[in-house]
């Protein structure tokens, strides 16, 4: 990147859905000399699962499954659209497709995307958060989701299939795209209470329009174990997998540590 004036270390294309401003909101804490991102944006047409489902009566988790098929055929034109940038990476802010199907699920979603971008450096919700736990070595978690109950399901799926156990799930069960960024603090709090126990080793946060950026370092200092929030996770591989390596103070021990 040495031929970059504004960029010269890293140029980070972010794939971020039409309804989402949690990614943003975490990146703006993320201002390193030498590294931006680039966002573009696809359409979500499906945005209020639970109007829709009142209106079909089709059930929430079929809903959501349909809300995630919509969104597959959007990603082509948006990677399209921030590759002609000339971006250096590549990194998804979203992350229920990238567990969806557990690990099979994970790698044939991940290849139809790494078809399309050839040798561009790939970061995804789940291989982030897999990688961020096997370097803290854990052995045990807990989740929490902004997900229906489908959602919860494939998460544990894909967490249980990659050797980590996992004791507890709360998911919080939001309405609609855009309500995930309406979550309460005191909502992510009762969740963290709710999964929690000397038996867990870390806590990951799912949902990439749920920012925690601001409440789990503080929980970290107050929990005495590793909080993991999915957008900080991704933050981490998309940097380190850019050779960025400065240590961030106040975000977490994952950036602080490794």
Partial sequence: MDNYQIARRAQIGVLIPSTNTGVEYDLQK?????????????????????EENDKTGEGIDNVFERFLELMRGELPPAIDSVMS???????????????????????????????QIGDLGLTTGAGATR??????????????TPYPPIGDANVRQFFSEIGFEVKGI?????????????TSIKDV???VRQVDGDDVDAIIQCGTNLSTVDIFPTLELWLEKPML?????TIWHALRASG???????????????
């Fill in 85 to 115: 940038a000339k971006v250096s990476h590549l990194m998804l802010g979203m992350s229920a497709e990238t567990f969806w199907g557990g690990m099979a699920g994970n790698v044939e979603f991940e290849k139809a995307i790494t078809d």
């Fill in 229 to 233: 929030p999915i957008n900080v996770a």
């Fill in 131 to 144: 990688d961020a736990l096997h370097a803290f070595g854990v052995k045990t978690i807990s989740v929490i």
């Fill in 244 to 258: 960025i390596n400065d240590k961030i103070t106040g975000k977490g021990r994952l950036l602080e540590e490794f």
């Fill in 170 to 182: 709360a998911g919080l069960a939001r309405p609609s795209a855009t309500s995930i960024a309406e």
């Fill in 30 to 50: 993320f201002a390193l000399d030498g590294v931006t991102w680039h966002s573009s944006r696809f359409w979500i047409e499906l945005k209020n699962w639970a």
């Fill in 189 to 191: 709090m009762d969740a």
